[in-house]
């Protein structure tokens, strides 16, 4: 199946510091891609909807400011989270469809806020 | 509003058997329907994944039953191992749209 990556997969950050995750699809292009946020022993929470050239759209309760989504190319977007508290910390997985309609999820990134 | 319910929340199942795993839906708009696993600290992995064209898929030990009047779908692993010990998530979406979750299911397959 289709490939999609994310970096890092791992990143500890002091509180007040932004972190950057990239979510790249490897072998298809993606005018769309989907950031979603898990915690443990939970489902997959929907945080937005990244557009290839346009603004994302973000579901309700998620601050744009405090998420910032740049989908900068067809194969990348990139979640920023600004001035990250501890409540912050979560598991954050992006996904693509595929041509087919198929989602292909990349290996998720575990933020951690000091 | 609770789009897609998943049920049973955890499943305890001995090797060689079969884990059944159910999710009901209300949108009737929704035409995918996937099935993804997921371990500790992973990224979800598409399993399975069925159209409302047709009522069952099988892939090797996996098989999708659909049932479109009913709104509901189902998961079965058959011969079970203790390496399918996981969380498994359904979904559900309309075409270009985000997909709907269930709340996941932990199976553990024991010897």
């Known amino acids: 199946g289709a490939v999609v990556s994310q970096h890092p997969s791992r990143v500890i950050c002091k509180s007040g510091t932004s972190v950057k995750i990239e979510c790249r699809s490897l072998?298809?292009?993606?005018?769309?891609m989907f950031w979603y946020r898990q915690f443990p022993k939970q489902s997959l929470m929907l945080m937005a909807t990244?557009?290839?050239?346009?603004?994302?759209?973000?579901e309700q309760g998620v601050e744009k400011d405090k998420f910032l989504i740049n989908h900068a190319s067809l194969t990348l977007s990139t979640l920023t989270v600004t001035s990250a508290h501890p409540e912050d910390s979560s598991f954050y997985i992006c996904?693509?469809?595929?041509?087919?309609?198929?989602?292909?999820f990349g290996p998720g990134t575990r933020l951690t806020v000091l | 509003q609770q789009q897609v319910k998943q049920s049973p929340q955890s499943l305890i199942v001995q090797k060689g058997g079969i884990s059944i795993i159910n999710c009901a839906y209300e949108n009737t708009a929704f035409d995918y329907f996937p099935w993804y696993q997921q371990f500790p600290g992973k990224g979800p992995a598409l399993l399975i994944a069925?159209?409302?064209?047709?009522s069952e898929k099988k892939e090797g030990r996996f098989t999708i039953s659909f049932n479109k009047s009913a709104k509901q779908f189902s998961l079965h692993i058959m011969d079970s191992q203790p390496g399918d010990s996981a969380t498994y998530f359904c979904a559900a979406s309309r075409r270009n749209t985000p997909l709907v979750f269930g709340k996941g299911t932990r199976l553990s397959v024991i010897a």
């Open positions: 996904s693509a469809p595929s041509d087919t309609d198929t989602q292909y």
């Open positions: 990244s557009n290839e050239g346009s603004k994302a759209t973000y």
């Open positions: 072998d298809f292009q993606a005018t769309t």
């Open positions: 069925i159209r409302p064209d047709v």
